[in-house]
């Protein structure tokens, strides 16, 4: 059954598929009007036709499909004589869409509107309500707590602008990197690959960060790996895995530098510990002396009072420094009566009708330096020491403390003069004075300050002795530009930082490296952790745990160490500190080979990926505090 | 093959060739440290644009713009593609941010709403067919009105010509709830055969109590039900086959606007 009779012209109402209302009776149901409803939605078929004048004679012009002519005609004033109460016109399920289309239009745009409009602080409600008609998600939780005090503006620079300002930022370009460096620094240009400084080279673009750390994944997120895939798009020579086309490791690897601290496995192995004087404090192996269950890129030992002192404390104190040093006059400039009244009569001093010095010494280093004066011209040092002796006399310390601080002393003379008693500072130069030697009321015992004879010493307590410390910096600090003095100077830095004679034996151990050319000395007082392999990241820790193919356990404390570290005896180790340059070395381990991690990592094994190796920063650090003080 | 199957392997193939090119240009942008989100994002809107053009398309039919078949077609490969790249936008099922929570319950709203209109556009003609009539949605209200009348006049010439009223007892007492406006709606949508049970049950339940004379008004009062079954099946068919959209466009509206809104935030903070 069809309905196609209905189609007919004269059959069916005329459909109006465009209208935006239909009869409101047959949306009830009832039966429609043929007319239907009018164009602005009210009802039109409250009369069933519009009467026709013709002539003055008005005629039905109800159609055909609504019955044809009506039996009532119309009006005499030409209304319809069958009309009927008007009906409420529904909308058309086309004009409910639009409505609802409209409605949801209006309610995102209003809700949009509504949120970007409150303000407040983001821990408030309304900002937070705000915040989150542009919340991207939540931070990781390294930035999280980062954000409090301002919020997206902590980032986000446009956040927060005026509405213009705001739209406009939508078409520039949005420095994101910049807001980053407000808190993170590299030791290396931040927006170069790997924080290097390369070559011109056009393959070499500048880095963003969101490059490779995306926010807004949660709090939990990873935002800091990177695919190998991700690795090789910039490297020029691209490799597959780390078995099949990484390079070789270089020649030097991991020994990219000498150590802090002067300790030759090789000499000690095969020849001190093999002494039987020494043999009972011998570690017995190398964690004996590394602490490797804490260790993560470098091992660091366990220090001298764990590692070395059983054998080389005894050492330190043997080794004295001169401070000063009576040295030999021609002749006296001394007033009598003033060394009298500065220090009393002197029985023992007789009166002499021919002068002869009771020292036939030279003058120590560090005085001839502080002086600036030749260690072997009476004439020129005669009376500049003679005025130091007599100052020590009246006031004790105050004439030594103005001659360091004469020398432009880059030390604190409170820390070199550390503990030296004023009162045996003036009798040792009230004896000098006299013209005589200066006798010690008994031997020393301990560690500190001594006038002995014509010297001025200072005997080291021990380990990391801080006076000492002070007077070997004193002497990598001293230089001039008068050229006189500064060989002066080099002379004093030669004796007291002789690795075989220098006081307390510090440079026996500790490095003294110049960073970069024409730069400052240093001692290196602490252990170093290598810098350079900062970009390498390796756990010993974590590889503590594990076999290797042979069945050798690493964490043996005999022979797990040496499944990678292997001594080598022919090294010049002791050449690589014979001069201030850390970079010129040769460690006495062989260096490591790709396939010795290649046991291990590779397919089917360990996992080989770049990022266990490799860290893409160098020397990440942070600008700013990372913990609030809240007082 | 038909020319409509034709199409949709044309369409899907096309479609497959798009998504492929796209996976494989964000695994190249992402490997060399781009922005992939950026290049699926700009995608991603210009498929729902086109996609949003097919509402548009129907509003000028009198431009030579291809046939609505063809967009009907492109507008459902389209959609799952957009499904497609919006997975591969977002990364995940479930975003962080809050109005990008309530953009990825509009996508999913819209796409599941659009799934439902393409079943139904695909299912409901054939069942449409089958009823072996054809009536237009917006005259139905009138058939129905005709058949109630017819039906009303036959129960009143029943009593008229037979001087018993058990028929027209039993149209008051049910059939006239039947006719006053299309019934079992819901049976329709799901398919179920409830109505000719039930009119059924009405024949049988009514008949034992009518002598010859009544059964023949009986069995055309029975006919006219039947039509009214028809025309009520059409009218929930073709109404759902209508009304779907009352939720899919509103939804892909405010879905396009949260979306332009997304860009803007995008812009403005980040890119």
């Known amino acids: 059954m069809t309905d196609d009779n209905h189609f007919d012209f004269d059959r069916s109402a005329y459909e109006r598929p465009n209208s935006g209302h239909v009869c409101g009776r047959g949306a009830e149901w009832g039966t429609p009007c043929w007319r239907g409803p009018n164009h602005d939605g009210s009802c039109g078929g409250e009369a069933e036709c519009t009467p026709y004048d013709n002539q003055g004679r008005w005629e039905c012009r109800r159609a055909q499909a609504a019955g044809g002519l009506c039996e009532n005609g119309p009006g005499p004033d030409g209304s319809c004589g069958c009309s009927q109460p008007p009906c409420v016109p529904r ?18 745009v209003a809700a949009l509107a509504a949120f970007t409009h409150l303000s407040g602080d983001a821990g408030s409600f309304a900002g937070s309500v705000r915040n989150a008609a542009l919340d991207a ?25 005026q509405p213009m300002a705001w739209l406009a930022s939508a078409f520039g370009a949005n420095d994101m990197t910049k807001a980053c460096l407000d808190c993170h620094t590299f030791s290396g240009p931040a927006r170069a690959p790997h924080n290097e400084v390369f070559a011109p080279n056009k393959r070499v673009r500048k880095t963003q960060c969101a490059m490779c750390h995306t926010e807004h994944k949660g709090y939990g997120a990873n935002i800091s790996g990177l695919s190998n895939e991700q690795c090789a798009s910039c490297h020029e020579k691209s490799f597959s895995s780390f078995v099949s086309g990484h390079p070789k490791f270089s020649d030097k690897f991991p020994h990219f530098r000498r150590a802090s601290i002067k300790f030759n496995h090789a000499s000690h192995q095969e020849k001190h510990f093999q002494d039987k004087n020494v043999a009972k404090n011998a570690p017995a192996n190398c964690t004996t002396c590394h602490r490797t269950e804490a260790a993560d890129h470098a091992v660091a030992p366990l220090g001298f009072e764990n590692a070395c002192a059983k054998c080389h404390a005894d050492q330190i104190p043997k080794r004295n420094l001169v401070v000063l040093r009576l040295p030999e006059f021609e002749e006296t400039n001394l007033d009598r009566e003033a060394v009298i009244e500065a220090c009393g009569a002197n029985p023992e001093a007789e009166e002499e009708d021919e002068y002869e010095s009771i020292s036939s010494d030279e003058m120590s280093v560090i005085a001839a330096y502080m002086m600036g004066k030749p260690i072997d011209d009476f004439e020129a040092y005669g009376e500049a020491f003679q005025e130091l002796v007599m100052g020590m006399a009246e006031d004790g310390t105050g004439a030594l403390v103005d001659m360091i601080e004469g020398s432009g002393a880059a030390v604190d003379p409170a820390v070199l003069l550390a503990g030296l008693n004023p009162e045996a500072a003036k009798r040792m130069a009230c004896a000098w004075a006299a013209n005589l030697e200066y006798e010690l009321p008994a031997e020393p015992t301990f560690g500190g300050w001594y006038g002995d004879l014509l010297e001025l010493i200072y005997r080291p307590s021990g380990h990391a002795d801080p006076v000492l410390k002070g007077w070997l910096e004193f002497a990598v600090a001293a230089g001039a530009a008068d050229e006189e003095v500064l060989e002066r100077a080099e002379e004093m830095r030669a004796q007291l930082l002789s690795p075989k004679k220098g006081p307390g034996a510090c440079i026996k151990c500790h490095a003294v490296t110049r960073d970069v050319a024409d730069g400052p000395l240093r001692i290196e007082w602490r252990y170093h952790k290598d810098k350079a392999r900062s970009s390498h990241s390796y756990s010993h820790r974590n590889h503590l745990t594990m ?42 381990f062989v260096s490591l080979k790709k396939e ?36 | 093959m038909n020319l409509a199957r034709t199409r949709y392997l044309m369409v899907w193939l096309a479609a497959g060739m798009v998504f492929d090119l796209l996976l494989a240009e964000n695994r190249s942008v992402r490997v060399h440290l781009g922005n992939p989100r950026e290049l699926t994002g700009y995608w991603l809107l210009g498929v729902m644009i086109f996609l949003a ?14 046939n609505a078949a063809t967009w009907l077609t492109l507008h459902a490969v389209g959609g799952v593609l957009a499904a497609a790249i919006f997975l591969l936008h977002s990364g995940n099922l479930w975003p962080g941010g809050v109005y990008e929570k309530a953009l990825a319950v509009l996508s999913y709203l819209t796409i599941l709403s659009g799934i439902g209109g393409y079943f139904i556009q695909r299912i409901y003609p054939r069942l449409l ?20 009348q017819k039906a009303e006049a036959l129960v009143l010439e029943c009593c008229d010509q037979t001087r018993f ?25 799901v398919g179920s055969r409830r109505s000719q049970q039930w009119l059924k049950q009405q024949d049988t339940v009514v008949r034992r109590y009518l002598n010859d004379d009544e059964r023949k008004y009986l069995d055309d009062l029975s006919q006219l039900a039947q039509q009214k079954d028809r025309i009520d099946l059409h009218y ?14 509103p939804l892909t509206v405010a879905l396009m606007v949260l979306s332009f809104w997304h860009l803007l935030v995008v812009n403005v903070y980040s890119l």
Not at chain 1, 101 to 108: K, R
Request: a positive charge; one cysteine or more; glycine letters at 8%.
């Open chain 1, 596 to 631: 010795t991690c290649v046991r291990c990592h590779a397919r089917g094994r360990v996992r080989q990926n770049c990022q266990l190796c490799h860290a893409y920063h160098k020397e990440p650090a942070f600008a700013k505090r990372v913990t609030r003080n809240e007082n």
């Open chain 2, 236 to 249: 929930t068919l073709q109404g759902a086959m209508k009304r779907w959209l009352l939720v899919h466009v």
């Open chain 1, 137 to 161: 998600g939540e931070l990781t939780d390294g930035h999280a707590g980062f954000t409090d005090a301002q919020g997206c503006k902590a980032c986000h620079s446009a956040h927060g602008a």
């Open chain 1, 547 to 588: 076999v290797d193919p042979q069945g050798t356990k690493l964490a043996d404390s005999n022979q797990g160490c040496s499944v990678c570290h292997e001594l080598d005896l022919e090294a010049d180790f002791e050449g690589g500190y014979k001069d201030f340059n850390a970079q010129t070395y040769s460690s006495n």
């Open chain 1, 91 to 108: 909308p058309t399920l086309r004009r409910r869409r639009w409505r609802l289309s409209v409605i949801a239009l209006g309610l995102v």
């Open chain 2, 129 to 148: 067919t089958e009823t072996g009539i054809e009536v237009i949605y917006e005259r139905i209200p009138l058939r129905i009105g005709e058949l109630r």
């Open chain 2, 165 to 189: 009223d058990t028929l027209g007892r039993h149209y008051l007492d049910s059939l006239q709830w039947f006719f006053s406006r299309p019934r079992f709606t819901f049976n329709h949508i």
């Open chain 2, 53 to 66: 053009l097919f509402n548009l398309r129907k509003r000028l039919p009198m431009l030579p713009l291809g």
